[in-house]
């Protein structure tokens, strides 16, 4: 082990040697000094820690709480980029929606799977056309079209 961490040392001493002297400028001369270092360090300690080496964990194991919150945001964001497109897609076929709310679920695979559209259109004759065109582009999902308040 200390045989191993002694040569490692040597060799790398060596090399770092010789790049030193072809740096172009004292200041990269320290910048490649100062990453030399972090190498030789990690590399005389390797031997000391084990074949498994360091291992570091961000989160508790036993709990998955921040992994549900990313599962959470991941679900939030693609809810709202399907809006997006279902936005524009009326859009572009002369309906003007005012919101469009979307539920999606993650699959295992991580596709997606829209569960639920619920629009709100700016005039009660649009909602037939708006409710076709949305059950074209989402398949099973539910749809949900309704007029403004107060129309």
């Given at each position: 082990?200390?045989?191993?961490?002694?040569?490692?040392?040597?060799?790398?001493?060596?090399?770092?040697?010789?790049?030193?002297?072809?740096?172009?400028?004292?200041?990269?001369?320290?910048?490649?000094?100062?990453?030399?270092?972090?190498?030789?360090?990690?590399?005389?300690?390797q031997?000391?820690?084990?074949?498994?080496?360091?291992?570091?964990?961000?989160?508790?194991?036993?709990?998955?709480?921040?992994?549900?919150?990313?599962?959470?945001?991941?679900e939030?964001?693609?809810?709202?980029?399907?809006?997006?497109?279902?936005?524009?897609?009326?859009?572009e076929?002369?309906?003007?929606?005012?919101?469009?709310?979307?539920?999606?679920?993650?699959?295992?695979?991580?596709?997606?799977?829209?569960?639920?559209?619920?629009?709100?259109?700016?005039?009660?004759?649009?909602?037939?056309?708006?409710?076709?065109?949305?059950?074209?582009?989402?398949?099973?999902?539910?749809?949900?079209?309704?007029?403004?308040?107060?129309?």
């Amino acid at each position: 082990m200390f045989k191993t961490a002694a040569a490692a040392a040597c060799f790398l001493g060596l090399v770092f040697c010789m790049l030193e002297k072809l740096a172009p400028t004292e200041k990269y001369g320290k910048q490649l000094n100062l990453i030399f270092s972090l190498v030789l360090a990690l590399t005389v300690l390797q031997p000391f820690l084990g074949e498994d080496g360091v291992e570091i964990t961000l989160f508790d194991e036993n709990t998955s709480e921040p992994l549900e919150e990313i599962d959470l945001q991941i679900e939030y964001m693609a809810a709202e980029n399907v809006s997006d497109v279902l936005m524009d897609y009326l859009m572009e076929n002369g309906i003007n929606p005012i919101k469009i709310s979307t539920e999606i679920n993650n699959l295992e695979d991580g596709s997606i799977f829209i569960s639920e559209v619920a629009v709100t259109v700016e005039d009660e004759s649009s909602i037939p056309a708006a409710r076709e065109l949305l059950e074209n582009a989402v398949g099973d999902a539910q749809v949900e079209v309704e007029a403004e308040a107060g129309e």
